[in-house]
């Protein structure tokens, strides 16, 4: 049985150096300087720009949207989502959790945004 697609905050300069971005660039195909979308079993979901500051709240919602109309249009697959923006970016899950309070069912919310969701 393969992995669900592993979904991880990014930097729009794709180093994916750390955190969960390093995990998904040296065991899920993510690739070295793209900083979003699919990229082999993963999806970038961009919270710093390539200067590697935070990107604007607004911007982050943006970018889960097209992460969402992507696993909207791909429901064969399951996504698992890690809490994006809630480590180097420096936000915290209530700023970020409600921006995915309306997934489609093949996402896997991680344990901290559900905690938000269900308060």
Not at 37 to 58: C, V, W
Not at 59 to 72: M, P, R, S
Not at 83 to 94: D, K, M, R, S, V
């Amino acid at each position: 049985m393969s992995h669900p697609v592993f979904v991880f905050g990014s930097n729009l300069a794709g180093r994916h150096g750390k955190g969960a971005a390093l995990f998904a660039r040296q065991h899920r195909g993510a690739i070295y300087g793209q900083g979003q979308g699919r990229q082999g079993n993963s999806y970038a979901i961009p919270t710093k720009d390539a200067n590697l500051r935070a990107l604007p709240l607004s911007v982050i919602k943006y970018q889960v949207e097209v992460f969402l109309t992507h696993a909207d249009n791909h429901r064969d697959e399951q996504f698992q989502l890690t809490p994006i923006g809630c480590g180097l970016a420096g936000y915290n899950h209530e700023q970020i959790a409600p921006m995915f309070a309306s997934v489609p069912d093949n996402v896997i919310l991680p344990d901290e945004f559900e905690a938000v969701l269900s308060a």
